[in-house]
């Protein structure tokens, strides 16, 4: 019987030993949103309408950022060779990158969103809009990214063929997030972005994990 | 779970607690008319081999010859160009799940951790295998790595590692092992403790494919050689 906790404990141990994997993308996050008031001036009115789109993209940013490495290491010293060789763990192995992944490039993200907030000027609905689409958004995200990073994992420099990939897919997620943010800032409803939000999320829930799986064996054959 | 004997005790007859499935003697598996290409290079065609419980298979070439590729073919990791691999005279494709776990594959790559100790290591090989956690520190001392329990991996010697890459086998129910130059970087102490440690492994009836450029020292009637010769 193979269950998810041992799994889950090794990557979160590993994220521990190696913080360089996913500090410097949540610094990169901090740092790309602390440069914009700098850059563009600190005219209150111009932060909150450019707001949802720069906070997204550099969200968007980050987790790709972190993504590159995901299943370097694995690939390398021969552990993905062998899971895929054994098959049943595979999952349970999959599933547990995903999760260490949410947890240490999109979580943080929702954690610094006040911190956010404050540079950005966000006002008090768009800040409730953020986090929710940030809750809604980054494992929608991290699930992407650990799809493209499978994909990529045997290609020796795969980091550009990683954003080629994975942008893309990324596009109706900061459409709808952003959308929502500026929904709030007009004090409209804005549900039905969550919803759509919700809907993709559910959807790559249900088939990223079997994809990730399959692309790490067509890697390793 | 199988249990662990120092190498004085080798001798011993082996307790297990469950037997394989399949039993002494019988046809584990079978490779018929294999072929197998890469980078428009022809490795082997028309190969053909048995393996039974309770047999070693040695495949030997020189460097190139094709012998992990042949390895990954007989690990389900990719599949033949031509021809047909049956587990239990079945064809693999359609067992594939059940032929994977009653396999312990161990490759060319060690499938450990540099920054993991050998603990941490051994319990995610475990899990892997599904099998509950329990502690390693006997197992390891049994390998001769008493006291580098706890150091990342990464500060252990190429023997070393190789040492907690195959320590997986002591904890394994697999009936066949796959095991790709298993002696590599091992001391000759260590490659005589291992082939102890097949010998017992074999006579409960398990199966072992192997390559190795070191002819093996042990004595068994159910040693078979497969040579490929290098081929341009």
Known sequence: ?221 | MRAIFPIVDSQRPVIKHQPFSVPVGQLLLQAQSLSCIRQDRVLFEQLSLQVHAGELLQVAGKNGAGKSSLLRLLAGLAAPDEGLLLYCQKPLADIATDYAANLCYIGHHSGIHEQLTALENLAFWRAAAGLPQADDFALLATLGLAGLEDIPCRMLSAGQQRRVSLARLWFSRSQLWILDEPFTALDQSAIAMLQQFFLQHLTCGGAIILTTHQPLSMVYDGLNTVELAYRW
């Open chain 1, 1 to 221: 019987m193979v269950t998810l906790g041992p799994f889950l404990k090794r990557e979160l141990r590993l994220l521990a030993r190696q913080k360089a994997d996913w500090l410097n993308p949540v610094l990169f996050f901090v740092i790309v949103l602390s440069l914009f008031p700098l850059g563009v001036g600190p005219e209150p009115n111009l932060l909150r309408i450019i707001a949802p789109g720069v906070i997204w993209i550099a969200a968007l940013l980050s987790v790709l950022l972190a993504a590159e490495r995901l299943f370097k290491d694995d690939y390398r010293n021969g552990v993905v060779e062998q899971l895929v060789a054994s098959r049943q763990p595979l999952l349970a192995f999959v599933l547990a990158k995903l999760l260490a992944n949410w947890l240490s490039t999109g979580l943080p993200l929702v954690l610094l969103s006040p911190l956010v907030a404050l540079l950005l000027n966000v006002d008090m609905a768009s800040f409730t809009a953020m986090v929710l689409t940030l809750l809604l958004g980054t494992p929608l995200l991290s699930l992407l990214s650990v799809l493209g990073a499978a994909l990529t994992v045997s290609a020796d420099k795969g980091g550009i063929l990683l954003a080629l990939l994975i942008l893309p897919l990324y596009i109706p997620l900061l459409i709808f997030a952003s959308a929502a943010m500026e929904a709030a800032g007009m004090a409209l409803p804005y549900h039905g972005q969550l919803a759509v939000m919700l809907a993709m999320l559910l959807f790559a829930l249900a088939l990223v994990p079997v994809a990730v799986t399959s692309a790490l064996k067509i890697n390793v054959s």
